[in-house]
Protein backbone atom coordinates (compact mmCIF):
# COMPACT_ATOMS: atom_id res chain seq x y z
CA UNK A 1 0.00 0.00 0.00
CA UNK A 2 1.71 3.57 -0.72
CA UNK A 3 2.32 5.71 2.25
CA UNK A 4 0.32 8.49 0.75
CA UNK A 5 -2.73 6.15 1.62
CA UNK A 6 -1.63 5.64 5.47
CA UNK A 7 -0.76 9.26 6.39
CA UNK A 8 -2.54 12.32 7.71
CA UNK A 9 -2.47 15.13 5.22
CA UNK A 10 -0.32 18.04 5.92
CA UNK A 11 0.81 16.79 9.39
CA UNK A 12 4.13 15.29 9.72
CA UNK A 13 4.15 15.37 14.23
CA UNK A 14 1.19 15.67 16.41
CA UNK A 15 3.33 17.50 18.64
CA UNK A 16 3.46 20.73 15.66
CA UNK A 17 1.28 23.95 15.82
CA UNK A 18 -1.62 23.42 13.79
CA UNK A 19 -2.66 26.70 11.57
CA UNK A 20 -5.13 28.15 13.67
CA UNK A 21 -2.64 28.79 16.60
CA UNK A 22 -0.05 30.01 13.88
CA UNK A 23 -2.50 32.21 12.94
CA UNK A 24 -4.01 33.83 16.47
CA UNK A 25 -0.26 33.71 17.37
CA UNK A 26 1.17 35.89 14.58
CA UNK A 27 -2.04 38.57 14.58
CA UNK A 28 -1.31 38.86 18.22
CA UNK A 29 2.42 39.30 17.79
CA UNK A 30 1.59 41.76 14.63
CA UNK A 31 -1.02 43.73 16.97
CA UNK A 32 0.52 44.16 19.72
CA UNK A 33 3.93 45.51 17.90
CA UNK A 34 2.04 47.40 15.44
CA UNK A 35 0.09 49.22 18.24
CA UNK A 36 3.59 50.48 20.17
CA UNK A 37 5.35 50.94 17.13
CA UNK A 38 2.99 53.21 16.53
CA UNK A 39 3.34 55.25 19.82
CA UNK A 40 0.66 52.84 21.71
CA UNK A 41 2.66 53.46 25.27
CA UNK A 42 2.86 55.62 28.25
CA UNK A 43 6.01 56.56 30.03
CA UNK A 44 6.06 57.05 33.73
CA UNK A 45 8.89 59.43 34.86
CA UNK A 46 10.09 60.76 38.20
CA UNK A 47 8.50 62.59 39.08
CA UNK A 48 4.97 61.96 37.33
CA UNK A 49 1.22 62.36 38.81
CA UNK A 50 -1.57 61.55 37.26
CA UNK A 51 -4.35 64.08 36.62
CA UNK A 52 -6.72 62.48 39.92
CA UNK A 53 -3.15 62.68 41.99
CA UNK A 54 -1.32 59.46 43.20
CA UNK A 55 2.49 58.70 42.83
CA UNK A 56 2.56 56.64 39.61
CA UNK A 57 6.49 56.05 39.23
CA UNK A 58 6.07 54.20 42.79
CA UNK A 59 5.70 50.56 43.09
CA UNK A 60 3.41 48.71 45.87
CA UNK A 61 4.33 45.75 47.68
CA UNK A 62 2.25 42.41 46.70
CA UNK A 63 1.29 39.70 48.71
CA UNK A 64 2.16 36.87 46.57
CA UNK A 65 1.40 33.45 47.67
CA UNK A 66 4.31 32.15 45.60
CA UNK A 67 7.20 34.54 47.40
CA UNK A 68 8.13 36.33 50.21
CA UNK A 69 6.73 39.17 51.58
CA UNK A 70 8.81 42.01 50.86
CA UNK A 71 10.26 40.27 47.00
CA UNK A 72 7.44 41.54 45.01
CA UNK A 73 6.46 44.92 44.21
CA UNK A 74 4.22 45.89 41.30
CA UNK A 75 3.43 49.61 39.12
CA UNK A 76 -0.39 50.45 38.69
CA UNK A 77 -0.07 49.10 35.14
CA UNK A 78 0.90 45.74 33.74
CA UNK A 79 2.30 44.88 30.26
CA UNK A 80 5.43 47.25 30.51
CA UNK A 81 7.34 47.95 27.35
CA UNK A 82 10.77 46.31 26.85
CA UNK A 83 10.95 46.80 22.82
CA UNK A 84 12.80 49.10 21.64
CA UNK A 85 13.66 51.30 18.03
CA UNK A 86 9.91 52.18 17.23
CA UNK A 87 8.76 54.11 14.61
CA UNK A 88 7.77 57.26 16.76
CA UNK A 89 10.05 60.06 18.16
CA UNK A 90 9.37 59.16 21.31
CA UNK A 91 10.83 56.22 23.01
CA UNK A 92 9.71 53.64 26.40
CA UNK A 93 12.27 56.03 28.56
CA UNK A 94 14.49 53.49 31.34
CA UNK A 95 16.80 54.94 33.52
CA UNK A 96 20.36 54.32 33.50
CA UNK A 97 23.29 54.68 36.22
CA UNK A 98 25.03 58.21 35.94
CA UNK A 99 28.14 58.28 38.09
CA UNK A 100 27.77 57.41 41.98
CA UNK A 101 24.44 59.34 42.92
CA UNK A 102 22.80 60.28 40.21
CA UNK A 103 21.06 58.95 37.06
CA UNK A 104 19.58 60.45 33.28
CA UNK A 105 16.62 59.06 30.94
CA UNK A 106 17.64 57.60 27.53
CA UNK A 107 15.53 56.05 25.13
CA UNK A 108 16.36 52.51 25.15
CA UNK A 109 14.56 49.12 25.88
CA UNK A 110 13.13 47.84 29.32
CA UNK A 111 13.93 48.62 32.71
CA UNK A 112 17.60 49.14 33.91
CA UNK A 113 16.84 49.59 37.73
CA UNK A 114 14.47 50.82 40.41
CA UNK A 115 15.46 53.10 43.18
CA UNK A 116 14.98 51.43 46.79
CA UNK A 117 14.35 54.32 49.48
CA UNK A 118 16.57 57.46 47.03
CA UNK A 119 19.10 54.86 45.91
CA UNK A 120 19.59 53.15 42.52
CA UNK A 121 19.48 49.91 42.25
CA UNK A 122 20.59 48.25 39.03
CA UNK A 123 18.92 45.08 37.31
CA UNK A 124 22.18 43.74 36.73
CA UNK A 125 23.35 44.45 40.17
CA UNK A 126 23.97 42.12 42.92
CA UNK A 127 23.76 41.78 46.58
CA UNK A 128 20.62 42.80 48.90
CA UNK A 129 18.94 44.73 46.07
CA UNK A 130 19.46 42.21 43.27
CA UNK A 131 16.02 41.87 40.53
CA UNK A 132 14.08 41.25 37.53
CA UNK A 133 11.34 42.91 35.54
CA UNK A 134 7.96 40.30 35.05
CA UNK A 135 6.89 42.88 31.77
CA UNK A 136 3.65 41.42 30.97
CA UNK A 137 2.63 42.13 34.97
CA UNK A 138 4.54 44.94 35.49
CA UNK A 139 6.66 43.77 38.39
CA UNK A 140 9.98 43.90 39.95
CA UNK A 141 10.60 41.09 42.04
CA UNK A 142 13.96 40.83 44.07
CA UNK A 143 15.73 38.11 44.59
CA UNK A 144 15.54 38.57 48.38
CA UNK A 145 12.62 40.24 50.68
CA UNK A 146 13.80 43.62 51.36
CA UNK A 147 12.05 45.79 54.18
CA UNK A 148 8.14 45.67 53.41
CA UNK A 149 8.25 49.60 54.63
CA UNK A 150 10.71 50.35 52.18
CA UNK A 151 9.76 52.76 49.30
CA UNK A 152 10.08 51.29 45.59
CA UNK A 153 10.14 53.81 42.45
CA UNK A 154 11.20 53.05 38.69
CA UNK A 155 10.19 55.02 35.15
CA UNK A 156 8.82 52.58 32.93
CA UNK A 157 6.36 52.26 30.09
CA UNK A 158 3.17 51.07 30.07
CA UNK A 159 1.55 49.84 26.62
CA UNK A 160 -1.65 51.23 25.96
CA UNK A 161 -4.12 48.47 24.44
CA UNK A 162 -3.32 44.98 25.68
CA UNK A 163 -3.53 42.84 23.21
CA UNK A 164 -4.73 38.86 24.05
CA UNK A 165 -6.52 35.61 23.11
CA UNK A 166 -10.19 35.85 23.73
CA UNK A 167 -10.44 32.44 25.58
CA UNK A 168 -10.74 31.44 29.64
CA UNK A 169 -8.30 33.86 30.74
CA UNK A 170 -9.66 36.77 28.74
CA UNK A 171 -12.84 36.40 30.53
CA UNK A 172 -11.02 37.78 33.88
CA UNK A 173 -12.02 39.90 36.50
CA UNK A 174 -12.27 43.62 34.52
CA UNK A 175 -10.21 46.28 36.36
CA UNK A 176 -11.96 49.68 36.00
CA UNK A 177 -9.87 53.20 35.88
CA UNK A 178 -6.76 51.53 35.98
CA UNK A 179 -5.05 54.73 34.74
CA UNK A 180 -5.58 55.95 37.95
CA UNK A 181 -3.16 55.58 40.88
CA UNK A 182 -4.68 57.13 43.49
CA UNK A 183 -7.09 55.23 45.39
CA UNK A 184 -7.06 51.36 45.52
CA UNK A 185 -3.56 51.11 44.70
CA UNK A 186 -2.33 52.48 47.54
CA UNK A 187 -4.60 50.10 49.72
CA UNK A 188 -3.05 46.73 51.38
CA UNK A 189 -6.15 44.90 52.60
CA UNK A 190 -8.88 45.93 49.53
CA UNK A 191 -9.45 47.39 46.42
CA UNK A 192 -8.93 45.91 43.00
CA UNK A 193 -4.88 45.27 43.59
CA UNK A 194 -5.84 42.67 46.40
CA UNK A 195 -6.08 40.64 42.93
CA UNK A 196 -2.56 38.93 41.59
CA UNK A 197 -1.87 41.20 38.40
CA UNK A 198 -2.47 37.94 36.19
CA UNK A 199 -6.17 37.64 37.34
CA UNK A 200 -6.41 41.77 36.44
CA UNK A 201 -7.79 42.68 32.75
CA UNK A 202 -6.80 46.36 32.46
CA UNK A 203 -8.76 48.21 29.37
CA UNK A 204 -8.48 48.59 26.70
CA UNK A 205 -7.96 44.96 25.72
CA UNK A 206 -7.70 44.01 22.28
CA UNK A 207 -8.96 39.68 22.28
CA UNK A 208 -8.18 37.37 19.18
CA UNK A 209 -10.90 34.76 18.64
CA UNK A 210 -10.49 32.39 16.44
CA UNK A 211 -14.18 31.25 14.46
CA UNK A 212 -14.43 29.38 11.64
CA UNK A 213 -12.84 27.88 8.79
CA UNK A 214 -13.38 27.20 4.37
CA UNK A 215 -11.10 25.97 1.66
CA UNK A 216 -11.01 26.16 -1.85
CA UNK A 217 -8.44 24.70 -3.85
CA UNK A 218 -5.97 27.05 -4.67
CA UNK A 219 -5.16 25.55 -8.86
CA UNK A 220 -6.41 22.79 -10.64
CA UNK A 221 -4.87 19.40 -10.28
CA UNK A 222 -2.99 20.99 -7.19
CA UNK A 223 -2.79 19.75 -3.53
CA UNK A 224 -2.72 23.12 -2.37
CA UNK A 225 -5.83 24.68 -0.91
CA UNK A 226 -6.73 29.11 -0.09
CA UNK A 227 -7.66 28.64 3.63
CA UNK A 228 -9.59 31.40 4.89
CA UNK A 229 -10.54 31.80 8.76
CA UNK A 230 -12.61 33.89 10.11
CA UNK A 231 -11.58 35.68 13.45
CA UNK A 232 -13.12 37.81 15.76
CA UNK A 233 -11.36 41.19 17.37
CA UNK A 234 -12.93 41.80 20.68
CA UNK A 235 -12.47 45.40 22.15
CA UNK A 236 -13.55 46.23 25.35
CA UNK A 237 -12.91 49.81 26.98
CA UNK A 238 -14.36 52.19 29.56
CA UNK A 239 -15.31 55.05 27.10
CA UNK A 240 -17.19 54.88 23.73
CA UNK A 241 -14.37 56.76 21.88
CA UNK A 242 -11.78 54.40 23.05
CA UNK A 243 -13.17 51.47 21.36
CA UNK A 244 -14.51 53.37 18.26
CA UNK A 245 -10.87 54.50 17.52
CA UNK A 246 -9.43 50.70 18.01
CA UNK A 247 -12.23 49.11 16.55
CA UNK A 248 -11.56 51.56 13.79
CA UNK A 249 -7.60 50.84 13.46
CA UNK A 250 -8.34 47.33 13.24
CA UNK A 251 -10.68 47.47 10.15
CA UNK A 252 -8.04 49.43 8.49
CA UNK A 253 -5.52 46.46 8.20
CA UNK A 254 -7.76 45.50 5.62
CA UNK A 255 -6.11 43.80 2.44
CA UNK A 256 -3.03 43.84 4.93
CA UNK A 257 -0.61 41.29 3.42
CA UNK A 258 1.55 39.84 6.99
CA UNK A 259 4.84 37.44 6.68
CA UNK A 260 4.45 34.89 9.23
CA UNK A 261 6.72 33.71 11.94
CA UNK A 262 7.41 29.68 12.51
CA UNK A 263 6.46 29.60 16.21
CA UNK A 264 7.67 25.61 15.91
CA UNK A 265 11.00 27.13 14.91
CA UNK A 266 11.34 29.91 17.62
CA UNK A 267 10.32 27.16 20.35
CA UNK A 268 13.33 24.59 19.38
CA UNK A 269 15.77 27.15 19.37
CA UNK A 270 14.16 28.87 22.70
CA UNK A 271 14.54 31.84 21.34
CA UNK A 272 11.66 33.76 22.81
CA UNK A 273 12.02 37.06 23.52
CA UNK A 274 10.61 36.74 27.09
CA UNK A 275 11.16 34.00 29.70
CA UNK A 276 9.06 32.02 31.92
CA UNK A 277 9.45 34.83 34.79
CA UNK A 278 8.55 37.61 32.16
CA UNK A 279 11.69 38.88 31.98
CA UNK A 280 14.03 39.76 28.63
CA UNK A 281 16.12 36.71 27.01
CA UNK A 282 19.53 38.10 26.16
CA UNK A 283 19.12 39.27 22.69
CA UNK A 284 15.05 39.86 22.80
CA UNK A 285 14.04 39.43 19.55
CA UNK A 286 11.30 42.26 18.67
CA UNK A 287 8.82 41.22 16.21
CA UNK A 288 10.41 42.96 13.31
CA UNK A 289 13.56 40.58 14.27
CA UNK A 290 11.49 37.43 14.51
CA UNK A 291 9.49 37.64 11.44
CA UNK A 292 12.83 38.42 9.32
CA UNK A 293 14.42 35.96 7.12
CA UNK A 294 16.36 33.40 8.30
CA UNK A 295 19.53 34.46 7.15
CA UNK A 296 19.02 37.86 9.48
CA UNK A 297 18.57 35.63 12.27
CA UNK A 298 14.60 35.59 11.95
CA UNK A 299 12.14 32.95 11.72
CA UNK A 300 9.85 33.48 9.00
CA UNK A 301 7.49 31.10 7.88
CA UNK A 302 7.50 30.13 4.12
CA UNK A 303 3.52 31.53 4.09
CA UNK A 304 1.98 34.72 4.10
CA UNK A 305 -1.18 35.68 5.20
CA UNK A 306 -3.92 38.53 4.07
CA UNK A 307 -6.37 40.13 6.15
CA UNK A 308 -9.78 40.93 3.91
CA UNK A 309 -13.91 41.45 4.51
CA UNK A 310 -13.17 43.83 7.43
CA UNK A 311 -16.96 44.21 8.85
CA UNK A 312 -17.57 45.29 12.18
CA UNK A 313 -20.63 44.21 14.41
CA UNK A 314 -22.23 44.55 17.39
CA UNK A 315 -20.94 47.77 19.24
CA UNK A 316 -22.97 48.04 22.21
CA UNK A 317 -22.68 49.67 26.05
CA UNK A 318 -22.39 46.51 28.15
CA UNK A 319 -22.49 49.34 31.29
CA UNK A 320 -22.00 53.29 31.88
CA UNK A 321 -18.68 52.32 31.70
CA UNK A 322 -17.83 49.27 29.55
CA UNK A 323 -18.06 49.46 25.88
CA UNK A 324 -17.74 46.55 23.53
CA UNK A 325 -17.17 46.46 19.71
CA UNK A 326 -16.03 43.51 17.19
CA UNK A 327 -14.51 43.61 14.22
CA UNK A 328 -14.59 40.15 11.98
CA UNK A 329 -11.64 39.88 9.49
CA UNK A 330 -11.38 36.86 7.21
CA UNK A 331 -7.62 35.48 7.10
CA UNK A 332 -6.35 33.34 3.78
CA UNK A 333 -3.56 31.76 3.72
CA UNK A 334 -2.45 28.98 0.83
CA UNK A 335 -1.14 25.92 2.16
Not at 18 to 42: C, H, M, P, R, Y
Not at 56 to 74: A, F, I, M, N
Not at 198 to 204: D, E, S, V
Not at 290 to 306: C, F, H, K, P
Request: aromatic share 10%.
Amino acid sequence: MAEAFTRLNKITHVGESTLTSKIQDNLIEFFDWGLVNAGGFFNMTIPISGLYGGDRYKLRLVDDPYHTSGQVWEGFRSNWVWQSGLATTDQPETLTKLGTTGYSSKSAPGISGVFVGNVFQPTSGVGSYKHYVDYPRGRVIFDSAIDTTSEVKAEFSYKWIKVTRADNEFFREIQYRSQRADGDFTFTGSGDYTQLSQTRLQLPVLAVEMVGRSSEPYALGGTSHIISTDVLFHVLAEESHTRDKIVDIVSAQQDKVLHMIDVDEVGKEEDFPLDYRGTTNQGAKRYPDLVNISSDGGYRDSRQMRLTNAVTQNPEEISPNLYHGTVRLKVEVIR
